[in-house]
């Protein structure tokens, strides 16, 4: 689904018409899903002075394979998990900017639990002595499901691993065992 919004480039102050695409079905549409990964269906290119902008309208991605609702938007929303309806039963998230997203839908394609994950990188955070730090899941890599996060420092991107053990334990914790 597309719609016409209005957007300013963040260089020149120029208004532009852009043909923003506010809801995406996975399943249907393996391209724009690709697109989103990759970032491209987030940027414009200001026509007036080439500036390259980020689109971050409301964006509703509907995952039915991995049983995901997520929405886009920079605002507070309130959200319920449908009840009833092709919904019900479906994990329901907003996600604040592209980048949040971009990771939630990794998140959900790897067969984790997003809130486990949270949990994980703050164990992370405390065991490197860095509570302020930004980690975002990347992959599950090799045989053992090793938890791939990056992280911003001096200017580079950087990666951690985690064993999957740290995941399990955390799952324990978050259901009470």
Not at 6 to 15: D, I, N, P, S, V
Not at 134 to 154: A, S, V
Not at 168 to 177: K, M, N, V
């Amino acid at each position: 689904m597309t719609q016409e919004i209005q957007a300013t480039c963040r260089r020149c102050g120029e208004k532009h018409r852009l043909e923003h695409i506010s809801s995406i079905n996975a399943t249907s549409d393996p391209d724009l899903k690709q697109q989103v990964l990759d970032g491209s269906l987030f940027l414009w290119e200001c026509p007036h002075c080439g500036e390259r902008n980020l689109d971050t309208a409301p964006l509703l991605y509907i995952d039915p394979e991995a049983r995901l609702l997520a929405i886009l938007s920079a605002e507070e929303i309130s959200l319920e998990a449908p009840q009833e309806g092709p919904y019900a039963g479906f994990t329901v998230r907003r996600a604040a900017t592209p980048g949040v997203l971009i990771e939630l839908i990794k998140i959900f394609d790897a067969g984790l639990d997003d809130a486990v994950v949270d949990l994980c990188k703050q164990v992370t955070r405390m065991e490197m002595g860095k509570d302020a730090l930004e980690l975002r899941f990347l992959r599950l890599n090799g045989p053992d499901n090793e938890i791939i996060f990056t992280y911003p420092q001096d200017g580079q991107m950087k990666m951690i691993a985690i064993g999957f053990n740290v995941y399990e334990d955390c799952s324990r914790i978050l259901a009470g065992h």
